[in-house]
């Protein structure tokens, strides 16, 4: 069974850096995309930044500059570092899997989510 676990969130003040982590595990047959979401309290859930297998990257315009999403693939892991943080960017952050798992058909797959504050 497919499972993503989100790491790496926190309490830093406006201006600092986090570094996401998002462990993908289980029977894994391809990866097609993986995506960071956020979501705010009485906010939609918003994409954040989305990384495709053929290495190709789209950022929301709020972060652009800011946040970069990369990936380890023999770790099946995608990261999120987040520079220059502001208070802006408090949310919980979900990291989704747009993947085909052995034995079952193409679909998305989420994580539980990291909560990210930051502190002005």
């Known amino acids: 069974q497919v499972q993503l676990v989100e790491s790496g969130g926190g309490l830093v003040q406006s201006g600092g850096s986090l570094r996401l982590s998002c462990a993908a595990s289980g029977s894994i047959f391809n990866i097609a995309h993986m995506s960071w979401y956020r979501q705010a309290p009485g906010n939609q859930r918003e994409l954040v930044a989305t990384?495709?297998?053929?290495?190709?990257?789209n950022y929301a315009d709020s972060v652009k500059g800011r946040f970069a999403i990369s990936r380890d693939n023999a770790k099946n892991t995608v990261y999120l570092q987040m520079n220059s943080l502001k208070p802006e960017d408090t949310a919980v952050y979900y990291c989704?899997?747009?993947?085909?798992?052995?034995?079952?058909?193409?679909?998305?797959?989420w994580g539980q989510g990291t909560q990210v504050i930051v502190s002005s």
């Open positions: 990384l495709a297998n053929d290495g190709m990257t």
């Open positions: 989704k899997a747009d993947l085909k798992s052995s034995g079952l058909p193409w679909g998305d797959y």
